[in-house]
């Protein structure tokens, strides 16, 4: 027979891995932050590349953001981009500046007695792109020697005149050269060649005469392919160099 006094009890003891409890939730918070830190560095770059006024804007809302709901800064405007209050008006307010721009050039050109020839060629007008000046040919070749990128010599005071004040701008620069639809002669030569050489003479004319390299920001030639006279192909107009000062920087 079994001692019943000296038999042991067997005792089972259950243990939970000392580990299971750190899979917890630190690493999710940890993740937000990098996401919020990362969204805030956009929205600063964003703010950085925008214009002054949108700038000013910004700096307004965080001061003090009661007045935007108040309608004292206009709003969110319907059709505006949603992202800053009162940006319709914002956009407006660049383009009467661009408006007010073009009336100063042309002033400017006026008011020198030796541009007097190049006055009715030299078309100031704000296009959905911002102020645009053109530089319209003849049948003589006015701002460049016929068939060629070569600037005439009282064509480059024109370009000069114009960097002057286009360099005190905050505004981006975009270049267009164009001609009519009749074909270059030149073999391995093409309307397309010497629409983009004229645009891209008149920009180093520009930056030679103090506007920044930084400030141009494209270089089209667009041969034939955008005439400033659809219902005639031919006509010397439709050889230009057009200068955008865009609206938003």
């Not at 690493?27 to 006024?53: P, S």
């Not at 007695?113 to 070749?141: A, H, T, V, Y």
């Not at 089209?220 to 938003?248: C, E, F, Q, W």
């Amino acid at each position: 027979m079994k001692d019943e006094g000296n038999e042991k009890q067997i005792m089972i003891i259950k243990k939970k891995a000392g580990h299971e409890g750190h899979h917890g939730g630190a690493w999710k918070v940890a993740y937000a932050d990098f996401v919020t830190a990362m969204m805030a560095l956009f929205i600063v770059l964003w703010i950085v590349g925008q214009n002054k006024a949108i700038k000013d804007a910004v700096a307004a809302y965080f001061k003090d953001p009661g007045v935007f709901t108040s309608g004292r800064y206009g709003g969110i405007q319907e059709g505006s981009s949603g992202l800053i209050p009162g940006g319709e008006e914002l956009i407006r307010s660049e383009i009467e500046k661009l408006r007010v721009e073009g009336q100063k050039i042309e002033n400017m050109i006026g008011s020198v007695p030796s541009f007097e020839k190049f006055r009715d060629k030299i078309q100031i007008s704000m296009s959905q792109k911002g102020l645009m000046i053109e530089l319209i040919e003849n049948m003589e070749g006015l701002f460049f020697d016929v068939g060629s990128a070569k600037i005439k010599d009282e064509a480059l005071g024109v370009l000069k005149l114009l960097a002057s004040e286009l360099k005190t701008l905050p505004n981006n620069i975009i270049i267009e050269g164009h001609t009519d639809s009749r074909p270059f002669v030149r073999p391995g030569y093409s309307n397309w060649e010497l629409s983009v050489d004229r645009a891209n003479a008149a920009r180093m004319v520009l930056e030679e005469s103090g506007v920044s390299g930084d400030q141009i920001i494209e270089i089209r030639g667009l041969a034939d392919r955008r005439l400033k006279h659809p219902d005639k192909p031919l006509d010397y107009s439709n050889r230009r160099v057009s200068i955008i000062i865009t609206s938003i920087r």
